[in-house]
């Protein structure tokens, strides 16, 4: 049932070690990653990922106490602690009466502690339940489930969609609400699951947060020990914890999990003193994968790829299948322009060079193999939608220079798929031309923008022009913490000072003035922050957009406020074979059928 086994003298050395470790007092040091490991072995709670028909990944970190009184703490990225034996248990119900798989791994500092086992042979579209025991000690329970892939049926399929996490950013309230439904197949993740940010001058979030949530290590996360402690302190948040023991999540990583504005070999928020970058990448991805209910992908050339293959693909039957894309470790170096308004914003019409390399064929955000892969998707036969987990916008979104404080320019963000025109022509042009009715509709699911947006992806679309052919549709989630529109022109020299509902107007007044500019902007909203609610049937896609309250004078920050959890603002649809976004009346109601057990 399991990837990970240990050999009989292994496992007796183990127990002998764990049996000696209980005669020693539990005292660790409070300060360590959030202070989880004072809660015992499994202070930094449960998770489940990546789940098919027939397996899901089940993971915790198990912290070994001291040896001795006295002896520091096996705090993660310390690469301190004895190895210790970890049981595991899935059952049917929490009561675990009905266990139908179960084993035993060692678990060491090779691995930060952290135990990740990938059960198989399980049955689909069911319910289960998993923990940990070790040291006399039990984990939390988790609830994870199996998807809905079965030949011949069609069953619900419903997600929670979410991106940009920054623990000093707020407090981490979408998290919360997403653990209280009962609805979910799993959590999509789209990226910046955490950021590297230290609490010095690079610091990023509200400065009433100083001291109430800042970031472990003090330190930008440069090498393993800091990304593996960074890890670690947002597995030590309640909220989040919440969120990954009640559903099973599908994660894909953006750049913050290693540094901004990150590409093939290099990274915006990467300097030649802080040592080789592809070193600092490589602890990072072992960082993300110690820490994540990740499953890699088959590594094999069987599935052309450069370097680790992270893009995979999940199917729901003939409802759907999930594409999970990954956008970073093989993209081209972005194109940038010195003093401009905001980082990576490039302006477009004015300079032949600059529009030349925006779309250059030689340049590239997914490696060619992947984006054939991505088009194999698309063309496959037999399901209704195709969906795509995916980092950074597809859709053109043109910023009018006014906005930016650079009138009389258009400006568009290079770190998104608008810097790498030539691959999105390829990948649309391509999507447009499938049958609706044979090969179904494509929707792109994304985050890093730090806002909602229902959007159509043009194929040769004009700047204000409504003439267009659409190849699908993109929706996008907002931040969960990170700042939005409204934080970031809250911050221009014009606005600094101003009320919450002066800046709100003008919130809304920009994006107005960027939707004339771009129609298939279908709606914006750059103020509020949380997740949006993805729900999946034959004849369409709807999203729901929940909402952090709209910041007033007397409450100027919702995200500073703990337990303020988001709530419904706005839905959006597209009809199947429409290939359009439009809206929806009022949220989804209850799923049409639930996993057994459930």
């Given amino acids: 049932m399991t990837t990970q086994t240990v050999d009989r003298r292994s496992l007796l050395k183990g127990v002998a070690a764990a049996t000696a470790a209980l005669a020693v007092p539990r005292a660790f040091d409070p300060a360590a990653a959030a202070a989880p490991a004072a809660k015992g072995v499994f202070g930094y709670g449960v998770a489940s990922g990546d789940p098919t028909a027939d397996a899901v990944v089940i993971w915790t970190r198990a912290t070994p106490p001291p040896r001795r009184k006295g002896d520091p703490v096996a705090a993660p990225g310390s690469g301190l602690g004895a190895s210790i034996p970890v049981r595991w248990q899935v059952s049917r119900n929490s009561r675990f009466t009905q266990v139908v798989a179960h084993g035993m791994v060692m678990t060491s500092a090779a691995s930060d502690h952290t135990v990740k086992v990938d059960v198989a042979g399980l049955d689909a579209y069911t319910r289960y339940y998993y923990r940990f025991q070790s040291l006399g000690e039990f984990s939390p329970i988790g609830r994870t489930q199996t998807a809905g892939d079965i030949e011949g049926e069609t069953h619900a399929l419903r997600m929670a969609l979410v991106s940009c996490s920054n623990y000093t950013g707020g407090f981490f309230n979408a998290y919360r609400s997403i653990a209280e439904r009962d609805d979910l197949d799993f959590v999509l993740h789209v990226g910046d699951y955490l950021y590297e940010y230290g609490n010095g001058a690079d610091r990023y979030g509200p400065d009433s947060l100083v001291g109430v949530r800042d970031s472990q290590p003090a330190t930008e996360t440069i090498d393993l020990e800091g990304y593996r402690l960074r890890h670690a302190l947002h597995k030590a948040d309640a909220d989040l914890q919440a969120a990954h023991r009640q559903h099973p999540w599908i994660t894909i990583f953006d750049d913050h999990e290693v540094a901004n504005n990150a590409w093939a070999s290099g990274a915006g928020n990467h300097q030649g003193s802080e040592g080789d970058y592809l070193a600092r990448r490589d602890q990072a991805m072992q960082a993300y ?79 060619p193999e992947q984006l054939d892969w991505m088009k194999d ?108 529109f409204f934080e970031v022109l809250g911050g221009m020299p014009q606005l600094a000072g101003q009320p919450p509902e002066v800046v709100a107007a003008a919130t809304r007044q920009a994006i107005g003035a960027a939707q004339q500019l771009n129609p298939w902007l279908r709606y914006v909203d750059g103020i509020g922050h949380g997740y949006a609610l993805v729900d999946v049937t034959p004849e369409r896609v709807q999203v729901d957009y929940h909402h952090t309250p709209v910041p007033t004078s007397a409450r100027p920050d919702p995200r500073i406020v703990p337990g303020l959890v988001p709530t419904y603002a706005r839905s959006f649809q597209t009809l199947a074979g429409s290939r359009r976004a439009t809206s929806a009346v009022g949220p989804v109601g209850p799923r049409s059928d639930r996993p057994t057990g459930a």
């Fill in 289 to 367: 994968l110690e820490w994540m209910p990740f499953r890699l992908p088959d590594q094999s050339q069987s599935t052309p790829h450069r370097g680790t293959r992270f893009f995979r693909r999940f199917t729901f039957g003939d409802l759907g299948d999930l594409s999970i894309v990954e956008t970073r470790q093989n993209r081209s170096a972005p194109i940038t322009v010195p003093g401009v308004p905001f980082e990576g914003r490039v302006p477009i019409g004015v300079n032949p060079a600059i529009d030349g390399a925006l779309a250059h064929p030689g340049r590239h955000l997914p490696e």
């Fill in 377 to 484: 998707g698309i063309a496959e036969q037999g399901r209704r939608w195709h969906l795509f987990g995916n980092q950074v916008m597809v859709s053109p979104v043109l910023y009018p220079g006014a906005v930016l404080g650079a009138p009389g320019l258009t400006f568009v963000n290079a770190d998104q798929w608008d810097g790498y025109t030539a691959d999105r022509t390829n990948l649309l042009t391509h999507a447009a031309a499938q049958p609706s009715a044979v090969a179904g509709d494509l929707v792109v699911l994304t985050g890093d923008i730090h806002a909602s947006f229902a959007c159509d992806l043009p194929v040769a679309a004009s700047p204000g022009s409504p003439s267009y052919t659409s190849a699908g549709v993109e929706f996008t989630c907002p931040s969960v913490s990170s700042d939005g």
